[in-house]
């Protein structure tokens, strides 16, 4: 039946999960008080895709999916980067 | 990988596995859909660094990170809630679902508190302050308009989702057997609340 | 074997279900009635389009004003782009083919979502009526081209919102087709049939749809921007706001390039079912021909560019583009090596779906190469805008992708409607169409090399006699076209009874009843060998 092998997350690491989140909240907007120049919006990404990251593995449950999943997440992604990479070529070159 | 038992399924139930990388699928293409308004602001950014800081400092940053409080606790709620209704807790996963359209709202409200209290200083695209702003603080206030109104949309969609869900599993055809619309929903809103984790910084933190 | 002919089988077209007469076809979530909702609807809407074409080459016969003024024109090049484009070329061949045969070729009933599959349908028709109705309303047609490019489309008075709607909604239905056939093939496969012994029709669709679901996303934002342009004056593309029309071409064009692989793509996977049930022999190189699908997919991704090389891009830009779109063409080439290798040596039997396979080889080459003189930097800056653009995308898309529809519509029609068309007149066609299109496209290359302008009422008069011959060319082609439809509409009924194999084809259509049942398969088949063994000496060459 469909529940056989099928991973429940316990409700205390979803409470865990949330902590850290919150945690990398709090961080992100101390950071902007910190004058990083360039480098803010860096460290503004970095830490939004920390948080981005979190909430698929564990919120999402793909830590517990398939390695195609996770495969074709992170590929996803990195298309998406590549688009903005590409176009980028063009702004940062004219 | 191996096949599906849909072949000789003919329930109403669509396999599980098979619905999940459905909704996978359709997520892809709403981070593509954003993708695109992200790539628009990447490039402004880019050109007008300065008038994005100035006009990023009319937001109210308190406002934006209790907004993002509401959407990563709801998160868990509606992650706790198919916890819930995988061990068969019929009442604690409706309760779950139920916070989370609550916090789903005051996202709302707050939402539409920033946006009237900017229509009130005639900050909105087309009208004639945000014409004489500098261009680059223009095009940010586009921007916000646009991407956190998508977002708002996705989320009233998202909250419709979790009030069909609160019904069905009140009548018990979202139960631990069959629990795959609540499975998907939550992937949706958990959509929703990625697509706000890179919103906020990139509109409410900018130094 | 209970899959063979058998005389209790009911056909789909006459199976019994939840609703009857018009509604077993309106609510129908059975993925072969679909197939024939888009057949039907792509077929009707293709010659609005066709004769808006022929209408244009009327006008086009002469210098100056020939039938209608220059709005009227540019109104009519816009139509007819967003309706071929968007209605035509873009769906087609997943909604139907995709639709009738992906779940039959890998051993299953229906796709993984059926009610979707309807909803999609439903979409495609609303989008298309959006598109008629800008024609009729208010501002009148739009006269952007199906490119909406700004800022003439944000400012042009006509009716550009209900096209964009249109295309919004239309993409829509393509993306929910795609992740629709994308899950079909991942969860629905028959026992056996792992994904290298999936047939290569079904690959073409599995890289077609990621297509879809992956790059429709971004024009359907884009278009939305436009919206915002027209009707608040959002800013992104006017350059009097800070904004940048050259970012509505690269939004748009990270979409419309992918979106021709959605287009070639599965017409591919179609001719490569087709050279090996005629020279019945398996597939030359199958490993080849279904990574090259993936190749083409992927790299097909990043080449938006070579559309935008005289509009200020970058140096680096335009060098990244150029290079990509060259290494684009080399997966498409190595499938045309192995088609006629397929081909070499095999038993072959010229019939009709043949005839089109092979002429499709013929166009897609002229139509790729001059692809590449388009996509070398220094030559685009020559023929960038001009007829000869219009050229290659017909030959590419009208003599590539159409010409595969054509020999689809010919292999697959027995297995569709239980019915042979007459090979005679099908042939017939077949010749008016090849010498109608050459002679309609052909000379728009010439032309458009000594100088004449695309999307263009008027011209110079040295540019006359190649006009004509192209004029001249639509009315022979537009004569073959209906002659191919009337040989397939009136034996539809009427024409000689199939058998469930007429070509002697080994993929798992061919297996069952022509037409096949409402479930496709009495047993779902368990799949023991790989796809394409013809049970001759040609076996033991495969790969």
Known sequence: ?94 | MLMSTLQQNHSEHIDSETGKLGMWIFLFTELFLFGGLFLVYAVFRAKYSEDFHTAADELNTFIGTLNTVFLLVSSMTVAMSVTAIQKNNRKLALFLVLVTLVLAGLFMMNKYFEWSHKFEYNLYPGSEVLKNLPRGELLFFGLYYMMTGLHALHVFIGMILLSINIVKIGKGTVNQQHYLMLENSGLYWHLVDLIWIFLFPLLYLIT | MSNSETGSHVSYLEHKGKYKGILSWLLTTDHKKIGLLYLYSVVVFFFVAAILGVLMRIELIAPGETIMGPQTYNGMFTIHGIIMIFVIVIPALPAIFGNFFLPIMIGAKDVAFPKLNLFSYYLYLIGAIFGVLSQFIGGGAPDTGWTFYVPYSAESSTNVIYALVAAFILGFSSILTGLNFIVTMHRMRAPGMGWFRMPLFPWSLYATAWIQVLATPIVGITLLMVIAERVVGIGFFDPKLGGDPVLFQHLFWIYSHPAVYIMILPGMGIVTEIFPTFSQKPVFGYTAILFSSLAIAFVGYFVWGHHMFTAGISYGSRWFFSFLTFIVAIPSAIKVFNWISTMYGGSIDLKPPLLYAISFIFLFMIGGFTGLTLGAVAANVQVHDTSFVVAHFHYIIFGGMGFAFFAGIHYWYPKMFGRMYSNKLANIAWGINFAGFNLLYFPQFVIGLQGMPRRYFDYLPQFQTGHVLSTIGAFVLFTGLVLMVFNLVYHARRGAIAPSNPWHGVTLEWLIPSPPSHENFDVIPEIKTQPYLFGNKSDNKSN
């Open chain 1, 1 to 94: 039946m469909k529940n056989e092998g099928v991973h429940i997350s316990s409700y205390s690491s979803h409470g865990i999960v949330l902590t850290v989140l919150l945690a990398l909240t709090t961080l992100s907007v101390m950071v902007t008080d910190w004058h990083l120049g360039a480098f803010s919006v860096s460290v503004a990404l970095l830490i939004a895709s920390i948080k981005v990251s979190t909430v698929i593995t564990y919120f999402m449950h793909v830590k517990f999916e398939s390695l195609f999943l996770k495969l074709l997440i992170a590929g996803v992604f990195v298309i998406y980067a590549l688009v903005i990479i590409i176009t980028f070529i063009d702004y940062f070159l004219r």
